[in-house]
């Protein structure tokens, strides 16, 4: 098996996160997206003992398993997604003018050494008839359908992410080269990641569903720049004015503004 530089990486990194975890965090699934849907990855990722979760293209040829008595035969019906025998439905649902079928089931794929567990969800237009269709599959053949899906979609929260630690926590503009310094710099953007949408999390519970992380920095600033001038003043604010004037200087940088008495840190 000639594997890329890619794939290579992702393995080397990989057996660094397994060998430092060790026992305490069991991990399963490997989840990559459609760019590695091909039997390379699986291949490297059963060898870590993990299972592969990804798509594959849309047109890609796929069969069932042969079941007659020919004992040199392998491939049996070849599939068409947009055709599936209904004996393989998981789910059907209507949303707006769109009817979403589920499909789960074990196929063989030539380009793979191994039976694949495949997922295809499948997009109707109720008025058109117009059809998309998406294979996601995995190398556990016992993963059930709703899970695969959970678990393909969090690689768009794994995006989402990145973006954060790159636009608002500076995971794009350090400028160490030493191997602890941006593993430190790393560790600390999505860290902060984490912290910040921890705190969102209460104030989008009160009352601001909106409310950002630009609104969040632009909060903590103001709080911190007005507690240095506070410190300033021969004599203690009340704490009714200072809530105040807190809250009036946190707003000029927000873009969605919060009242007083919902800004307590």
């Known amino acids: ?23 305490t965090i069991p991990l ?4 990559l997206d459609g760019k590695f849907g091909h039997n390379n990855a699986v291949q490297m990722t059963r060898q870590l003992g993990l299972h592969l979760v990804s798509k594959l293209r849309y047109d ?6 042969y079941e007659g008595t020919n004992s040199r035969r392998k491939y049996g019906d070849k599939l068409n997604p947009r055709q599936l025998p209904q004996q393989f439905l998981c789910h ?14 074990q196929v063989l794929h030539k380009e793979f050494a191994q039976p694949l567990n495949v997922v295809i969800l499948l997009k109707t237009h109720l008025k ?28 768009f929260q794994i995006e989402f992410n990145f973006r954060d630690a790159k636009q608002f926590w500076g995971l794009e503009d350090f400028m160490n080269i ?26 989008r519970r009160d009352k601001h569903p909106h409310f950002s992380i630009l609104d969040l920095k632009a909060c903590y600033r103001a709080f911190k720049y007005v ?39």
């Open 92 to 105: 059907s649902t209507i949303e707006g003018d769109w009817r979403i079928d589920i499909y789960q089931m």
């Open 1 to 23: 098996m000639n594997l890329s530089r890619e794939l290579l990486h992702i393995r080397g990194m990989l057996s660094a996160l397994l060998h430092t975890i060790g026992e």
């Open 178 to 203: 030493s191997q602890t310094a941006v593993t430190n710099a790393m560790n600390l953007a999505f860290f902060m990641v984490n912290l910040s949408h921890r705190l969102l999390r209460d104030f």
């Open 128 to 155: 058109t008839q117009q059809q998309g269709h998406v294979i996601l599959f995995s190398s556990d053949l016992h993963l059930p359908s709703d899970r695969l899906i959970e678990l393909y979609t969090l690689r």
């Open 28 to 31: 399963e699934y490997l989840l």
């Open 227 to 265: 507690d240095e001038v506070i410190k300033l003043l021969p004599q203690k604010l009340e704490p009714i004015l200072r809530s105040r004037i807190l809250t009036q200087v946190a707003n000029l940088g927000a873009i969605h503004p919060a009242s007083v008495e919902d800004i307590s840190i």
């Open 60 to 65: 890609s040829a796929l069969f069932l398993p």
